[in-house]
C-alpha cells in the first residue's frame, strides 16, 4: 500500500520536536551562531524529548524500536528550528545509533545504556576527513590489526563534542572496509585539537579536528566485535539524517522568505505578488516535497529491509544537498539586501544549506 | 495510517501486463506511427480495449469505484493510484499512443467530477460496451488558452425545445476526432464542451455539456500537426447552432453569483494533472533506462555511492536523471493517494504537474545530449521522446499556470492577487 501520513506516534514526536525547534532553538540560534555558544540548558532540553531514546529498545535503556521513517520525521523537524542546535542534541545518536544497529551484544549492553538513561553527554563519533574527495567508503584513517589489537592512525575532521567526548567512534579504513571502533576517552594516541574548527556556518556546533597517532583498541572494541560489521546500513543512515536535516533548513527559509514577501512592498504592491518573487516560491516548495517524499521512501525502505535501500538513500541525500542549496539561495534572493544582512537568517540557512553536500556524518537517524 | 511505499499487488501486476503491451504492441510501431502523422493504430485500440474489459475494468482508463466483496475488510481505495500508474507505464511504451487508448479520457474525467450520479451513470457506461469509445474535452479556444475565463463559447436554453444551443469554436482538442466522428469500428463517444450560458456572469457562467459524436452543427474543421504526440489526434470543433438535450449539462443549470461552474472545471484538473504527469514522467523513464542501457553497452557504468567530485560529469547527470524521474513520481503518487482518499490535493496536484513538466523535458533533452550522435538519430526512439516530452509542461495547465497555482496555495493568495 501506499500512505503519505505519519502514523499517530510519530505525529506526536513530530509535533514534541516542532514545539521545541520553534520555541527554542530558532530564537536561540543567532546569538548562538554569532557567540559560537549552544546553551547547554538547551541541548538538554532538545535530549529530554526522547528522539535517541524512544528509537532504543528497552533492554537497553530506552521505550521503544528504530525508525527510519521516524528519525527523519525528527530530524527534519529539529533542523527546521536550527541546524546547528539539532545537530548538538544528537549527537550522542552519532555513538549509539550505529552500536544499536551494528554493534555485538556486548557492545550494547556495555554502551547503549550508559548513553541513552542519563542526561546528555558528549558521545560522538568521527567520519569526516579534511581532503576535497573525501569518500566515506574510501577513508585516508587506517586501521591495522597487530598483535591482537587494533591500531589507529590518520586524523579526523569535524567531530562534534570531541574536546569533552567521553568515547568516540572512529571510523578508519581495515584492508578496504569502512570500519567503526569505539575509542575512550583519554586513550594514548589520541590528540583533539585545542582549537575548533572553523567553517562557513555550523559556527554554534563545537567541532574539532582529532588525531590519532598510533591508537590501539582491542579486539572488542571493534564495532561488531571481532567480525566486524557492515558499513552500508551505518552510511545510509547518516545519508537519511543529512537529507532530512536539508529539508528542515529549507523548509525555514521557505517559510521565513514567504512570510516576508508577503509584507515587503515594492512598486505598490506585496513582492510575493510579483510572479518572479511567487514563482520562486512555488519552486522553492515543489523541489522541498520532492525530495521531502525521496527521503520518506528510502527511510521506508530500510525500514523493510528493502535491498535497494542504501542506493535510496544516496540518492535522496544527492538530491537534498541540491535541493538545499538552491532553495537557500533563493530565500536570501526573495528578502533582496535585507536577505544579505546577517539580522535575518536566510543568510545563515543558505552557509547551512550548502553544508549538505560534504558534511554527511554529522547525524544519523 | 503510516509511511509506506509498498507498491499494492493489482498495481504490480497490472504493470506487468502492460509492460508486456508496451514492449509488444507500442515500441515496435511507435516510429511508423510518428512518421504517418493521423493514421489510427486499430490493433492496438482494439486490443486495449479487449484486455481492459476482460480486466474486469471499465473498458476503459477511469478510477474504479470499488465495492468491497461481502464479508471481506475494505480496504483503502487506490483508483486513482491504479490509474496512474497505467498511465505512466503506456506512457513509457508510447505516450501518443497512450493518448489514443479508448476509454473516456479527459472527457470521462470531466463527467466523473462536475457530473451528478445520473450523468455518471448515463454518461460513463458505454466504454465498459462492445466497441472501444472515446470521449474529450473542450475547453480551449484560440483565444482562451491559459486563461480559460476568456472563453466565448455560449450555451443559450431554448425555452420552447427545453434544449442548449452551442455556439463556438474550440481547439487542441485531444482525440477529438475519436470522440466525435461516428467510425464504424468504434462506439458513439462524445466531446464535453465548456461554454458560458452567462456571459456577465464570468467564471460563474461557465458549464461543461456533453456533446454526443454526430450532433448536428458540430464539425471536425482540422487536426494539427505537430511536434510530438503525433499518434494522437489534435481536433479544431466548430459548433454551430449545436442543440444538446436539458440534461446534459454538468452541474446547475442556474447562475448564482458563487463560482460553482467553474470549481467544476477545477475539480477535473486537480483529478487529471496527477494524471497527465504521469504520462510525462512514462516518457522521462523510458529515456532515461534507454540512456542507461546505451552507456552499460558501451561500457560505461554509473558508480553510484561515489562523492561527486570523484563522478565523472555523466555519472552525475545520469544520478540528477535518476532523482528527477523517482522524485517526481512520488510525487504524483501523493497526490492521487490524496484523490484516493478524498483529501484535498490542489496543491499537491499541481505541485506534481510542475514537477513532471520540468523533469519531462530535462530529463529527455538531457537524454539527448549524452547520447550524442546516437540521440539525434531517428535510428532510435529517444529523439522521438524527446518531442513527446515537451507537451507535458504544455497542456493540463502550463508550468507557469501551474506554479501560479503552487504560489497562492502556499501565500494564501486568491487568483486576483496574484494573477
Ligand atoms: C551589502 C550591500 C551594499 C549596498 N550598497 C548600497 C549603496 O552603496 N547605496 C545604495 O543606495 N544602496 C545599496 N544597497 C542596497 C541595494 O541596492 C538594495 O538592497 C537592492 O536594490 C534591493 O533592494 P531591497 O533590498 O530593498 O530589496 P527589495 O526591493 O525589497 O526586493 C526584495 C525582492 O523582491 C524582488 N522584487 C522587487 N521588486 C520587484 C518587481 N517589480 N518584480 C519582481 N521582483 C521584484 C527583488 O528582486 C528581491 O528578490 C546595498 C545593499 C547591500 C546588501
Ligand atoms: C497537443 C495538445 C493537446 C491539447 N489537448 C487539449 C484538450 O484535450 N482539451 C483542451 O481543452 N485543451 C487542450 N490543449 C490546450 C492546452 O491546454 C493549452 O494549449 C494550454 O492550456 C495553453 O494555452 P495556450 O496554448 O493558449 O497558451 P497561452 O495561454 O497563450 O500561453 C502562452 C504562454 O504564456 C504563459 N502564460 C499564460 N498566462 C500566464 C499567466 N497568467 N502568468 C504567467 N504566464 C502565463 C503560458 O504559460 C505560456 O508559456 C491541448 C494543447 C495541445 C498543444
Redesign the pocket.
Known amino acids: 500500500m501506499y500512505s503519505f501520513e505519519p502514523n499517530e506516534e510519530q505525529q506526536m514526536l513530530v509535533d514534541a520536536v516542532g514545539k521545541y525547534a520553534t520555541n527554542d532553538l530558532r530564537p536561540a540560534a543567532h546569538e548562538a551562531e554569532e557567540s559560537r555558544e549552544l546553551p547547554k540548558k538547551l541541548i538538554g532540553k532538545g535530549w529530554e524529548i526522547g528522539i535517541l531514546q524512544a528509537s532504543t529498545p528497552e533492554a537497553y535503556g530506552g521505550f521503544g524500536e528504530r525508525s527510519a521513517a521516524t528519525g527523519v520525521l525528527a530530524v527534519e523537524e529539529m533542523a527546521f528550528g536550527d541546524l546547528a542546535g539539532a545537530y548538538a542534541v544528537m549527537t550522542p545518536a552519532l555513538f549509539a545509533t550505529p552500536i544499536l544497529l551494528a554493534g555485538s551484544e556486548e557492545q550494547k549492553q556495555q554502551y547503549l545504556p550508559e548513553v541513552i538513561e542519563g542526561d546528555w553527554r558528549p558521545f560522538t563519533a568521527a567520519l569526516i576527513e579534511y581532503a576535497f574527495d573525501f569518500d566515506a567508503n574510501a577513508l585516508r584513517t587506517t586501521a591495522k590489526l597487530e598483535g591482537g589489537e587494533y591500531v589507529l592512525d590518520g586524523e579526523k575532521a569535524f567531530v562534534p563534542f570531541a574536546k569533552d567526548a567521553e568515547a568516540i567512534l572512529v571510523y578508519a579504513n581495515l584492508d578496504g572496509q569502512t570500519q567503526g571502533f569505539i575509542v575512550p576517552k583519554g586513550a594514548a594516541g589520541l590528540a583533539v585539537n585545542d582549537e575548533r574548527e572553523k567553517l562557513m556556518g555550523l559556527n554554534a556546533l563545537p567541532l574539532y579536528r582529532v588525531k590519532l597517532d598510533g591508537v590501539k583498541v582491542p579486539v572488542s572494541n571493534r564495532l561488531g566485535g571481532e567480525a566486524g560489521h557492515d558499513f552500508g546500513p551505518i552510511l545510509a543512515s547518516m545519508q537519511l539524517a543529512s537529507a532530512a536535516a536539508a529539508l528542515g533548513v529549507a523548509r525555514a527559509s521557505l517559510e521565513y522568505a514567504t512570510n516576508y514577501a508577503k509584507e515587503r512592498v515594492a512598486f505598490g504592491v506585496k513582492i510575493a505578488q510579483k ?1 518572479a518573487v511567487a514563482f520562486m516560491l512555488a519552486e522553492m516548495a515543489t523541489e522541498i516535497e520532492a525530495i521531502r517524499l525521496l527521503t520518506w521512501e528510502a527511510a521506508w525502505k530500510m525500514d523493510a529491509g528493502k535491498e535497494d535501500a542504501a542506493a535510496s538513500a544516496y540518492l535522496a541525500a544527492t538530491g537534498a544537498a541540491d535541493m538545499a542549496m538552491m532553495v537557500t539561495d533563493r530565500g536570501v534572493q526573495v528578502l533582496g539586501g535585507h536577505g544579505y544582512i546577517r539580522e535575518h537568517p536566510v543568510e545563515m540557512f543558505m552557509r547551512n544549506g550548502r553544508g549538505f553536500a560534504m558534511l554527511t556524518g554529522l547525524a544519523i537517524v | 495510517m503510516t509511511i509506506e511505499f509498498e507498491a499494492p499487488k493489482p498495481i504490480v501486476q497490472m504493470q506487468t501486463v502492460l509492460q508486456t503491451v508496451a514492449d509488444n504492441m507500442m515500441r515496435p510501431v511507435s516510429r511508423e506511427f510518428d512518421e504517418n502523422e493521423h493514421t489510427i493504430p486499430w490493433n492496438y485500440i482494439e486490443f486495449m480495449h479487449t484486455a481492459m474489459k476482460s480486466m474486469g475494468g471499465s473498458g476503459g482508463l477511469t478510477p474504479r469505484d470499488e465495492k468491497p466483496k461481502e464479508g471481506t475488510e475494505k480496504r483503502p481505495p487506490i483508483g486513482y493510484q491504479l490509474l496512474a500508474a497505467q498511465i505512466e507505464m503506456l506512457a513509457w511504451g508510447d505516450v501518443g499512443f497512450y493518448l489514443i487508448t479508448p476509454g473516456g479520457g ?1 472527457g470521462g474525467a470531466a463527467v466523473q467530477a462536475a457530473g451528478s450520479p445520473e450523468q455518471r451513470a448515463k454518461f460513463l457506461a458505454r466504454f465498459s460496451e462492445d466497441k472501444p469509445t472515446f470521449a ?5 479556444e484560440a483565444g ?4 480559460t475565463s476568456a472563453i466565448r463559447t455560449k450555451a443559450v436554453l431554448d425555452e420552447a425545445t427545453q434544449e442548449w444551443v452551442i455556439n463556438g469554436e ?7 476526432d475519436k470522440s466525435f466522428t461516428e467510425y464504424e469500428q468504434f462506439g458513439k463517444g462524445f466531446i464535453v464542451v ?1 461554454a458560458s450560458i452567462d456571459p456577465s456572469a464570468g467564471r460563474a457562467g461557465m458549464r461543461a455539456f456533453v456533446v454526443e459524436a454526430g450532433t448536428p452543427g458540430v464539425k471536425i474543421v482540422k487536426l ?1 500537426h ?1 511536434l510530438g ?1 503525433r499518434a ?1 489526434d ?1 481536433a479544431v470543433i466548430s459548433l454551430v447552432d449545436a442543440r444538446v438535450p436539458y440534461d446534459n449539462v454538468l452541474g446547475s443549470p442556474t447562475v448564482e453569483k458563487t463560482t460553482t461552474g467553474f470549481k467544476g472545471a477545477m475539480a477535473t484538473f486537480d483529478a487529471t494533472r496527477p494524471l497527465v504527469a504521469a504520462s510525462g514522467i512514462g516518457v522521462a523513464r523510458a529515456a532515461l533506462e534507454f540512456v542507461k542501457e546505451k552507456l552499460a553497452e558501451n561500457g560505461v557504468q554509473i558508480r553510484y555511492g561515489l562523492p561527486r567530485n570523484k563522478q565523472t560529469s555523466v555519472e552525475r547527470d545520469v544520478i540528477e536523471m535518476e532523482i528527477m524521474v523517482k522524485s517526481a513520481w512520488l510525487m504524483v503518487l501523493k497526490a492521487v493517494w490524496m484523490a484516493d482518499n478524498k483529501k484535498s490535493n490542489a496543491l499537491e496536484s499541481s505541485m506534481s504537474k510542475v514537477k513532471a513538466g520540468d523533469v519531462t523535458t530535462k530529463v529527455t533533452q538531457k537524454a539527448v545530449e549524452i547520447l550524442g550522435p546516437l540521440g539525434y538519430s531517428r535510428e532510435f526512439l529517444l529523439e522521438k521522446w524527446f518531442r513527446d516530452a515537451k ?1 507535458t509542461d ?8 501551474n ?2 497555482v503552487v504560489a497562492r496555495q502556499i501565500l494564501g493568495y486568491s487568483g486576483s492577487e496574484l ?1
Open positions: 510572479q | 479527459l474529450a474535452m473542450c475547453m480551449t482562451a488558452g491559459s486563461d474550440k481547439i487542441f482538442v485531444t482525440a477529438g465548456w494539427e505537430k504526440i494522437s489534435t507537451i504544455i497542456y493540463e495547465g502550463t508550468g507557469q499556470i506554479r501560479l494573477r
